[in-house]
């Protein structure tokens, strides 16, 4: 990965990496729910992507349930949309301290890990990204989160409890990818975009840097995703450590590649919703051919989605995002 993220500093040549999954599935003839419920199913949607599109690295679908089922959470799985958590887990001071840290076999974590691990042993050309939510926004899923809101300055020891062992399954979970083969692990950590620069160092910036310690190397990337900031905490992320930053659309692209160090990987940020499914397909070449333009100084700059392409984008739109990347290399 060293020498891959090398590669992107010094080529004039721009590469895109979409957090996309949902194209796949639907191109194959599958719904949301067979692919979040079987390991084989998104194992096909991600080789589909690799095999049709030229992104520089391919992504697992970007759930943010899946940890918290496996801590216990109730789940609902519609069919054609993102499975949602239903409920909170813990509550207070007794119950955090009762919650026991999971092991890899719960839930449906085996089947994400075998997703990855098919992906791997076929996907040779490209970095196979694996995903993995983000300690804070796995702690909101689980107290719930206006209430985590509050208790972070009610009852902060309490989240810090529950942080830290909300970050020792992460980190298993995240060691386990690595040692699968992923090339990295994309961090989904939006909620932390609700916090100040401060309370995000506090709440997030600090488990991040753990896991960044503990696993990112030469070989294992760890990328760190915050749709949910909006300038505010970009510093805090940039404290995390990681080797790339994935920035959402609520995020002034410019702003954000002035004030990250030159060495780390800052990618994003068209929006996913807006333009690349909403909007025609000339509207999205002309959107991304615009955001490499308005970058084109910055040789850290990576293309991508503002965060993952949600289900029912046009294969036409897709097309648009990729043509925009081809005339601007041209």
């Not at 990496?17 to 796949?24: A, C, L, Q, R, S």
């Not at 300038?231 to 080797?243: D, K, L, V, Y």
Request: proline share 5%; net charge negative; with cysteine.
């Amino acid at each position: 990965m060293s020498q891959w993220t090398d590669e992107i500093f010094a080529t004039s040549q721009r590469v895109a990496i979409p957090v996309m999954t949902h194209p796949g599935i639907e191109a194959l003839g599958y719904k949301v729910i067979d692919a979040v419920k079987s390991g084989e199913v998104h194992y096909q949607a991600i080789k589909y992507l690799a095999d049709h599109y030229s992104s520089a690295a391919c992504s697992t679908i970007m759930d943010l349930t899946v940890e918290a089922e496996a801590f216990g959470c109730q789940i609902e799985f519609p069919e054609n949309d993102m499975p949602h958590v239903l409920g909170r887990l813990v509550y207070d001071e007794t119950s955090v301290e009762a919650l026991q840290v999971p092991n890899l076999h719960m839930g449906r974590v085996p089947e994400y890990l075998k997703a990855t691990r098919m992906a791997v042993e076929t996907i040779t050309d490209k970095p196979v990204l694996a995903g993995c939510i983000g300690p804070f926004s796995l702690a909101g899923r689980l107290y719930d989160m206006s209430e985590i809101m509050v208790a972070i300055y009610t009852e902060p020891e309490v989240i810090l409890t529950l942080l830290r062992k909300c970050n020792e399954f992460i980190i298993s979970y995240c060691r386990e990818l690595k040692n699968l083969g992923a090339s990295g692990v994309f961090i989904a950590e939006p909620a932390a975009g609700l916090l100040s620069n401060d309370d995000c160092m506090i709440y997030s910036t600090v488990f991040i840097q753990e896991l960044v310690k503990e696993l990112q190397d030469d070989k294992f990337a760890v990328i760190l995703h915050n749709c949910g900031n909006t300038g505010q905490c970009t510093q805090a992320m940039i404290e995390s450590g990681a080797a790339a930053l994935h920035f959402g659309n609520a995020v002034d692209m410019m702003e954000a590649l002035k004030v990250c160090p030159a060495n780390i990987v800052v990618m994003g940020n068209v929006d996913p919703v807006g333009v690349i499914k909403q909007a025609s397909p000339e509207k999205v070449k002309e959107v991304t051919l615009g955001l490499l333009h308005k970058t084109s100084d910055y040789k850290n700059f990576v293309l991508s989605s503002g965060c993952d392409i949600p289900p029912h984008v046009s294969l036409e739109n897709i097309n648009a995002f990729f043509k925009a990347l081809e005339e601007y290399n041209r």
